[in-house]
């Protein structure tokens, strides 16, 4: 490309002076003049071509550059500590296990212990106050001025199982959050330190960003609610509503009862959604850790299998790479600072 610049510069510098000799004829002048015109595209495509070619050098600087520094960063990761690492791999292993066991016994204690305070309430609020007869019977069915404020009470009474059963699932997932808050991230945070800035930021994002997901997703497990997965009141709601149909004629017992189980249903599928998701969030950051280390001491022991002289070759090499780099740099700089 410069000697096509030097060619074109030769050219359009005879006809300025062909142009500017007045012992020169009018035909040949005027000939010269259309030809610097003629050259001034030339230049125009050589400078746009340059402008293009210095952004592909760009991101071929940046691919030497990183090359490099997967190349510095191989002695670190030589050195690391090989027992450090193994004892990091053994404490994941093990929480992984305990999150899995913890988690499940957790969750369905919190199931129990939401299924009890809503028979409680239940019983308490609706069964024994409006259903249970001056004798202590059963009744099939209620009307008037009572089913009114029956189903007034139900809301309310519903409204007190979603609030204790927050604070189970929270309580219940505190547990389980305790154990995973126990891993010392030292280890892993000197190990990103090692790596190439190109994959320390990525690892360095992704972790960040996974942990900040657990501490707010078990910190807050009613708030950061799955996907797909909407409040406890939310999902109750169709449920009340269907009851409201009977205030123009008796409540019935039977329709009570399956009001009943049907917000026991909800209740179950509302705490199985939560911990579900928080578990399986818990062991893919676990696991990610763990695949991280694996990787890293694959890259460790194929690294220190590597000779003095294949390192000297990758050191040439990277080095004849600039020297390209910089030579396509300056001939690109001249097309740029290049007048016609």
Known sequence: MNEFLKAFQNIAQSADLVAADDDKSLEIKESATTVIKSVQPGFDELRESATRLEKVVQKCRNDIDHAED??????????????????QLGELSGCHVRINELGQRCQNSAIDQSQDYWDKIFD??????????????QKKGIGWKEKDYCLK???????????????????????VYQDLSTIN???????????????????????????????????????????????????????????????????FWEEVINFKKEVSTAIDNFINSIFDDRLKLGSRALVKAMIFYDEFLEKQDRYQQETPAQRQAERAWIDS??????????????????SP
């Not at 609030?163 to 219940?172: P, V, Y």
């Not at 909407?230 to 149909?245: E, Q």
């Not at 790479?321 to 290049?338: A, D, F, M, P």
Request: proline share 4%; hydrophobic share 40%.
């Open 70 to 87: 997967v190349w510095t960063c191989k002695l670190g990761i030589i050195q690391a500590s090989k027992p450090e690492i193994w004892q």
């Open 124 to 137: 308490v609020r609706v069964k024994q106050k409006w259903f249970i007869d001056a004798a202590n019977k």
């Open 185 to 251: 991230l030292k280890v892993i945070t000197q190990c990103f330190g090692i790596l190439d800035k190109q994959t320390k930021a990525v690892w360095n994002h992704h972790m960040n960003l996974t942990f900040s997901q657990i501490a707010n997703k078990f910190e807050q497990p009613t708030v950061y609610l799955p996907e797909n997965t909407k409040s406890l009141s939310s999902v109750l709601s169709p449920a009340l509503d269907n009851l409201s149909k009977y205030r123009l004629g008796d409540l």
């Open 153 to 175: 009470d139900i809301p309310l009474a519903v409204n007190l199982v979603c609030r204790e059963i927050d604070q189970i699932i929270k309580r219940s997932l505190d547990l």
């Open 321 to 338: 790479q600039w020297t390209e780099i910089q030579r396509l740099e300056k001939g690109i700089k001249v097309i740029l600072n290049s």
